[in-house]
């Protein structure tokens, strides 16, 4: 069935240190991913976006990876500052409008 | 400034009481969606909707209802028949195009006491 799965749950990193967020789908046929980042008691905003003709973006300290091959997108971040604790969830969109999101990703940052 | 707007923020319900959840956009977005999220969980689609007078269930439909009267809101009802409400509930937009973000309110959080 349709799924978004993540790897780790949670993530504990450095400040300073990057951070990379794992993301695994079961869809082959979803063209549309997008990462989240949810604070505590807000809802999630978006990041980044991948459309399946890519296998990677970058943005403001952000990196997004696509490789269909084996299903597996993943979020990068650089220089991880305190600001970045949240959780963070993959979705994908199989080209209609219908969100999947998977579980998320607690990314801790340590001072 | 354009964006989607959730109330209330907070929400008691005694058990047996339908409760109402707001949520209004100015985006201009044609599509409105409920999700829950219960804690340590992800987003589950209760209910969606792509046009005015009509919406459609989504994974976890069961104890709600929704309404779409106009463009700009689709309030959900929290009924009597939800057995476990108690979650948080997030109300998102996006246009109808293939490819396209949503939009995330703030959220409710939900409590039966």
């Known amino acids: 069935g349709e799924s978004v799965g993540l790897h780790l749950p949670t993530l504990s990193v450095q400040e300073g240190d990057n951070s990379i967020i794992n993301c695994a789908y079961s869809n082959s046929a979803s063209d549309y991913f997008i990462w989240y980042k949810q604070e505590s008691g807000k809802g999630p905003q978006f990041i980044i976006d991948i459309r399946s003709n890519m296998d990677k973006r970058q943005g403001q300290r952000v990196t997004v990876l696509l490789n269909k091959t084996v299903k597996h997108l993943s979020l990068q971040i650089a220089a991880t500052q305190p600001g970045d604790s949240a959780v963070y969830f993959c979705?994908?969109?199989?080209?209609?409008?219908?969100?999947?999101f998977g579980a998320g990703t607690r990314l801790f940052v340590k001072a | 400034d354009g964006g989607i707007t959730q109330s209330p923020k907070y929400l008691f319900r005694k058990e047996g009481q339908n409760v109402t959840l707001s949520c209004e956009q100015n985006?201009?977005?044609?599509?409105m969606y409920w999700y829950r999220q219960d804690p340590g969980q992800g987003l589950r689609l209760i209910y969606y909707s792509q046009i005015v007078n009509d919406f459609q269930k989504g994974d976890i439909a069961e104890g709600y209802s929704v309404s779409r009267e106009k463009k700009e809101s689709f309030p959900l009802t929290v009924t009597s028949a939800q057995k476990n409400p108690t979650a948080f509930y997030l109300c998102?937009?996006?246009?109808?195009?293939?490819?396209?973000?949503?939009?995330f309110g703030q959220g409710t959080r939900l409590t039966v006491v």
């Open positions: 979705a994908e969109n199989t080209g209609g409008f219908k969100t999947i």
């Open positions: 998102a937009s996006s246009s109808l195009g293939e490819n396209t973000e949503a939009f």
């Open positions: 985006l201009n977005h044609d599509a």
